[in-house]
């Protein structure tokens, strides 16, 4: 992260690119975390109709982590 701001600020990369770079790597992070967490437990009723991912309190059906996008504006 610190080499892309540098090379923002040295004028190697536009400052879009930088933003976009970030945005790409920001969704990243948010959705290994999302896919990594394990607490609070799911509740009962949702794992008796859950049959895809036991351990993960939010995934289900994996839509929720791949609707998160990023926009530059």
Known sequence: M??????????RITPQTCFERIGAWMVSRIQRTMEE?????????????DDLNKDNPLISSGRLSQSITWRVV
């Open 2 to 11: 610190e080499n892309l701001l540098e090379q923002a600020l040295n004028l």
């Open 37 to 49: 967490l394990k607490e609070p437990p799911k509740s009962k009723m949702t794992l008796e109709r």
